[in-house]
């Protein structure tokens, strides 16, 4: 049964940084795509940032690139979210999301309709 376990967020001002950790455990393939979404209150929801197995593929929204990396343990289970130069139109409910298998996409790997799996969310508010 494939599990995931988020951790991290908070309250920042504009400006400061924050780590969410999500690690993903539990299906038998050697390969996995995982994936950063978030939503605010109103909106949809939308892809941050995904990283392919290996970190052979890294992809990220327009909104966040030279802002927000994602990279993964050498174990490849858990997967970060390190978050720079934080705005306030970055608060929202942040989700990670787990496709075991070889299957990756550059476009379509931030289409939360790609994956099955999710974690509970965790929250980051960005303070003006």
């Known amino acids: 049964q494939v599990q995931l376990v988020e951790s991290g967020g908070g309250s920042v001002q504009a400006g400061g940084s924050l780590r969410l950790s999500c690690a993903c455990s539990?299906?038998?393939?050697?390969?996995?795509?995982m994936g950063w979404f978030r939503q605010a209150p109103g909106k949809e929801r939308e892809g941050v940032a995904a990283i392919y197995t290996g970190g052979a593929g890294t992809y990220y929204a327009d909104s966040v690139k030279g802002r927000f990396t994602i990279s993964q343990d050498n174990a490849e289970v858990t997967v970060y979210l390190q978050m720079n130069s934080l705005k306030p139109e970055d608060t929202a409910m942040y989700y990670c999301?787990?496709?075991?298998?070889?299957?990756?996409?550059?476009?379509?790997?931030?289409?939360?309709?790609?994956?099955?799996?999710w974690g509970q969310g965790t929250q980051v508010t960005v303070a003006s």
């Open positions: 999301a787990c496709r075991p298998g070889n299957w990756w996409t550059r476009s379509g790997s931030l289409d939360p309709a790609n994956f099955a799996y």
């Open positions: 539990g299906y038998t393939y050697s390969s996995r795509l």
